[in-house]
């Protein structure tokens, strides 16, 4: 339902592809969604499974074909009529034969031929998605308070790593997820998971059993969106300030067009106009700064998650490579160092166990004029 091609009404409601294959014009999410409402059938979007003998009759109707037509080409196009093995027999429906002639099942074969080549077929993060997607397709609530409305807008929106990353900055999501019309631009903030937000700030290596009294999420609650020239910011906590004043003066001083601003925590994405694979801009602790791409927008299905409590709903998070300690070469990191001698490279990576082992005596005391870190790994939260 995002886009499908060019209106030829000339309403900016319904999006048009501004680049074609790439991103649609801009458009009123809400209104989108109002437009869909008044086109449709109630029982297009409606949850209640239709029984058979109305599906037939609607189909018929609307293929123009008479009763015994469609009983007839219910036998013909049934399971039964194109089963290619004994009845008694209950083939494994994911092999596939061994010299298929349909291509659809030559390119499975290949892939299925591919797949048993490697030495690894399944990781553990993959085994994670397959079950995310068992337990969430089609899923009803207990309460009916927590079902997701009829006529409810779902949104897909990819989120990138930041720009400091060194490795697939801009073609490849961090995390995709699900979220509804009804939900704030806050609550998208909130789901998204960054390493930066974890960064513990401080030096410890005078003290390394003292945790630390927060987090930089904690300390620095600033953010902002920008979509479509508004800055939506973060004002929810008496800790947050207005960052993006910053590149609004900055492009008033350039006679850049002018924008305008509003609170993230007011503003639904039903309220949000946007351009369907458009980049926008996710900015926090400063200088953090992520892509947020919008996919697609339509109208919940029956077969959607229709539980409200687990939207937004994360649908795919990137496997990120694990930082081993320089020394164990075993144990992720957990502090980083500087000004050390008993270190190999300058900044380096320990474990705690290494780390504690070569900087401290049996009493706990610091050995030399180090300085100590604490590291988070953005790969240990895959």
């Known amino acids: 339902m995002a886009a499908s091609g060019p209106s030829t009404d000339g309403s900016t409601n319904i999006p048009d592809y501004e680049y074609a294959d790439v991103n649609t014009t801009a458009f009123h999410i809400g209104s989108f969604r109002n437009e869909w409402l008044s086109r449709l059938k109630a029982e297009d979007f409606s949850y209640q499974q239709e029984d058979d003998d109305a599906f037939d009759a609607n189909f018929a109707k609307e293929m123009g074909v008479a009763a015994e037509t469609m009983t007839e080409l219910k036998s013909i196009c049934s399971l039964d009529s194109l089963r290619c093995h004994p009845e008694d027999e209950q083939p494994d429906t994911e092999v596939v034969p061994p010299d298929p002639t349909l291509k659809t099942l030559v390119q499975r074969k290949k892939k299925q031929d591919y797949r048993a080549s490697l030495k690894v077929t399944k990781n553990r993060h993959d085994l994670y998605a397959d079950e995310l997607e068992r337990l969430t397709v089609g899923r009803r609530p207990e309460e009916v308070a927590d079902l997701v409305p009829e006529g409810e807008v779902i949104l897909t929106i990819n989120v990138y790593y930041p720009a400091i990353f060194e490795k697939f900055n801009y073609i490849r999501p961090h995390m995709t997820l699900l ?204």
């Open 179 to 382: 979220m509804t019309g009804s939900h704030s631009l806050a609550e998208l903030r909130d789901a998204i998971c960054c390493v930066s937000d974890l960064q513990v700030c401080g030096e410890f290596s005078n003290t390394p059993d003292i945790a630390p009294d927060f987090i930089s999420k904690d300390h620095y609650k600033s953010a902002f969106f920008f979509f479509e020239g508004v800055f939506y910011n973060d004002m929810r906590f008496q800790e947050c300030q207005d960052i993006s004043m910053t590149v609004i003066e900055w492009a008033k001083a350039r006679n850049f067009p002018p924008h305008s601003q509003a609170k993230m925590e007011d503003t639904r994405f039903v309220d949000l106009k946007i351009k369907v694979g458009f980049p926008y801009l996710y900015c926090h602790q400063g200088d953090c700064e992520h892509l947020v791409i919008i996919t697609d927008v339509r109208l919940a299905h029956r077969n959607d998650c229709l539980d409200k409590k687990l939207y937004p709903l994360l649908t795919h998070k990137h496997r990120v490579t694990t930082q081993k300690c320089a020394v164990c070469h075993v144990f992720i990191g957990r502090w980083f160092t500087t000004n050390d001698q008993f270190a190999p490279s300058e900044p380096c990576l320990f474990c705690d166990k290494c780390f504690r082992m070569l900087h401290y005596d049996s009493e706990g005391s610091k050995l030399g004029d180090f300085l100590a870190y604490p590291y988070v790994d953005r790969g240990a939260f895959n």
